[in-house]
Each structure stands twice: as C-alpha cells, then as structure tokens.
C-alpha cells in the first residue's frame, strides 16, 4: 500500500520568509514518482515538479527547491523569499508504476503568506 | 494550448437526483483520470481510462458511479440517485499515456463542484 503525509496543516509566514513543506511517503515499490502539486484559492491543481524513485538530485527552479532523500522517504518543498502568491494549498503526491498510475496525494498543507 | 476543461463549474442538485459531469482532456492525452476532493483533503482516486476504455475503476466507490469515454477524448461521469455524501470537487486530468509505459505528469482541469442538498 502506498500513503503520503503531510504533517502540517497550515503553515503561516510574513512575506519573504524562507518556507519549508514536509513530504513523507511510504511505497513497497522500488520505482515510483513524486509529486507536488500547487492549489491556489481558484481550485485548480497546479503542477510544480515530478520527480522518479532514481534521481536523488536535489532541484531548484526559481524560488523553489525540493530535496528528496529516499533514505528518509521524504519530498520536502521549499520556498525562499516567500510572497503572497505562494499562498495556496500544496499536495505532495505519489504514483506507483505498478498501480495504473493513479495518484496517491497526501492531505495538503495550507500556505498562508501575508504582507 | 488549451488545458483541461470541465463543465458546469458548479452544479447543485437534489438527493436522489442524476447527475453527468464532463471532461475534455488536453488534445492529444489519451489518459483519463477522474478524482474527488472532499473540503480540507487531498483528491482521491476515482477511475482511469486509456483510449476508450476503463483500465481501472477501484476507486468508485459503489455502483451509483459510472464514467464513460466513448470516442477516447471527452469523458462523462454519471452519479445516480446522489446523496449528501456525494457533495464534493470532481476534478479531471489528463496526461499523453499511462501505465507501465508510461508515468507522464496528469494535468488536472478547475474541477466541478457538485452540492447535493
């Protein structure tokens, strides 16, 4: 079975703070995909990243960076620089190869940034 | 180029009633996929398709569900005789292939908020 946590609910910071997301997952499979996903208050699902069970290499696009260590089962997502934009709910999800590709979210955290 | 458009954006309906939401994919995504988000959790699982047909429906939760996607594009989710429970964000994606072969990113639409009262 697969699971996604996301042990924080909501996370409230002043504008330019830096802001980190915890992801901690839990597969049984050796290859899988993470994801995270952005859901400002308009209520679409928003892609940011998707990254494979094989590469461990840390990303940075912009603002953002992800860390994955699979020694940990971990996903985590931060912001630098926050600014009132980022503020949405962010799921981390997963997608096991073997399970016909239907994605596993977790139950988001909500990213209050404020002036 | 165009993303995923679901309609109607919200839609309220009485218990018991019947109810059809539609998807249209990104053109080109032969993948499917049909999610429900409840207030204040992730989305969850529904039902896949690749082409025209159901490769996996586990996610529906009784037989009061069905979704179809007849010529491998559009799709339609169909509720009969809706419950209060029922009253959630149906949110579609789509994505180029699925499967083993494939693990493409599944892009989601705006979703259609379904209220049954």
């Known amino acids: 079975a697969q699971k996604v946590t996301q042990a924080q609910t909501e996370i409230s910071v002043v504008e330019k703070e830096d802001v980190t997301l915890d992801c901690v997952y839990e597969?049984?499979?050796?290859?899988?995909?993470l994801f995270w996903y952005k859901q400002p208050p308009s209520g679409e699902l928003v892609f940011l990243i998707r990254r494979n069970s094989f590469d461990e290499q840390n990303e940075i696009s912009g603002r953002y960076s992800w860390n994955f260590q699979k020694s940990t089962s971990s996903f985590n997502f931060t912001i630098t620089a926050s600014q009132v934009v980022d503020s949405a709910v962010y799921f981390c999800a997963l997608l096991n190869t073997g399970t016909a590709s239907k994605l596993t979210f977790g139950t988001g955290t909500r990213l209050q940034v404020t002036l | 180029g165009a993303g995923v458009s679901q309609t109607p954006s919200n839609k309220v309906t009485e218990k018991g009633k019947y109810v059809e939401l539609r998807c249209d994919p990104i053109s080109g995504h032969t993948a499917l996929y049909w999610y429900r988000q409840s207030l204040g959790q992730g989305p969850e699982f529904l039902i896949y398709?690749?082409?025209?047909?159901?490769?996996?429906d586990s996610g529906l939760p009784n037989d009061r569900f069905f979704a179809v996607r007849p010529e491998g594009s559009v799709s339609t989710l169909k509720i009969q005789r809706t419950e209060r429970g029922d009253s959630a964000v149906y949110l579609c994606?789509?994505?180029?292939?699925?499967?083993?072969?494939?693990?493409?990113?599944?892009?989601f639409g705006p979703g259609t908020r379904l209220t049954v009262l």
């Open positions: 994606a789509s994505s180029l292939t699925s499967g083993l072969a494939g693990t493409d990113t599944q892009y």
């Open positions: 398709f690749q082409g025209t047909g159901a490769a996996d």
């Open positions: 597969t049984r499979d050796t290859t899988y995909y």
